[in-house]
């Protein structure tokens, strides 16, 4: 028998022997049926609010798609520590996801150095699910039609032009800041304990502006309550294409929107996470799914998941750095 046959079957029989072993592993043979059983997603946020609602929209459709009940779970305390600590130390084996939110993976763990999970070590990211955009709004008594004009009326009156701000380095609060710092002006924060009270205060006049939540401004902006200046994403938003991004309009590379994720365990196997993103994906294409989004104030924006790790770990790059030169931190 020639030399390269005996290589040959030494090779084959390897190989023969690499599957059954693998075949025989307990951790294979449970990927290979899952899902087997019901699907948990820990919601860290009370129920009845956005990510409750968008938990129980995939949950839904997950369900019907994957043939296992999904079983949504509020876990809601510590401003979203208890249910993302929780997602954080279940098993990775694929039967429990979560909801995750620039505030819990990005601003919670920027403002709490004793927060209990590392937003990068602890989970795996599965897909994205959307973002709210946010726009700067104005009263019409103030005169600046665009981001330019804002911009000017911010340095002839340095310090004066004012802003509501609901939670001290609330995402809110940073794209404000950002805002201020890219366009070298000083701006006036207002703090206030309700989103609500500061709306009723920026129509009344009683503040000049404020970085809104697109989908809630937009009534009043459309019947010339408010004026849009620019949303703060990148590009423009497809069910808003008329107001500007602040981006093409004098602050090139501002962006700031709130966005809300499908997360695992670490360590949750890779085929069961590429299983879920294309799921994920697949819903999120469909548009009864978007229109359901959209009435939560959420654009649908289907990712990888190599897309979605990058964008957490850009965001706690870009909000560290502004909070930590800000002065925010405390």
């Known amino acids: 028998m020639k030399i390269k046959d005996i290589f040959f079957r030494v090779a084959l029989a390897f190989s023969f022997l690499l599957q059954v072993i693998l075949l025989r592993s307990p951790s294979f043979a449970d990927n290979q049926h899952w899902p087997n059983r019901p699907i948990h997603i820990i919601v860290p946020l009370p129920a009845g609010s ?3 609602t968008v938990a129980r929209l995939i949950g839904s459709n997950l369900s019907a798609r994957l043939g296992q009940p999904v079983i949504v779970n ?9 249910g993302t600590t ?10 429990t996801l979560g909801i995750a939110t620039t505030t819990t993976l990005v601003t919670a763990p920027i403002l ?3 927060i209990s999970y590392n937003a990068l070590n602890d989970f795996v990211p599965i897909a994205m699910v959307g973002y709210s955009p946010y726009v700067l709004v104005v009263n019409p008594a103030v005169a600046a039609k665009s981001v330019k004009d804002y911009i000017a009326l911010a340095k002839s009156k340095a310090g004066s032009l004012s802003y509501s701000s609901v939670g001290e380095a609330s995402l809110a609060h940073l794209a404000a800041e950002l805002f201020a710092k890219m366009a070298g002006v000083q701006l006036n924060e207002i703090p206030y304990k309700s989103s609500t009270q500061a709306v009723i205060d920026l129509l009344a006049g009683r503040i000049d502006s404020q970085f809104g939540i697109l989908t809630t401004t937009h009534q009043y902006i459309k019947d010339g309550k408010l004026t849009a200046l620019g949303v703060t994403t990148l590009s423009r938003v497809p069910e808003f294409p008329e107001i500007p991004t602040i981006s093409e309009s004098g602050l090139p590379g501002y962006e700031a929107s709130l966005w809300i994720a499908i997360i695992a365990p670490a360590k949750t196997p890779p085929e069961i996470v590429a299983r879920l993103n294309a799921e994920i994906n697949n819903t999120l294409s469909q548009q009864e799914t978007r229109t359901h989004l959209f ?4 654009i649908a924006d289907p990712s990888s998941t190599s ?22 931190l405390r």
């Open 50 to 52: 956005a990510a409750d």
């Open 74 to 82: 509020n876990q809601a305390g510590a401003s979203g520590e208890l």
């Open 86 to 95: 929780q997602i954080a130390r279940s098993d990775p084996d694929g039967n």
């Open 307 to 328: 897309e979605l790790h990058d964008r957490i770990e850009g965001d706690l790059q870009k909000w560290k750095d502004l909070a930590t030169k800000g002065g925010l």
């Open 112 to 114: 709490n150095a004793d």
């Open 295 to 298: 009435d939560q104030a959420i």
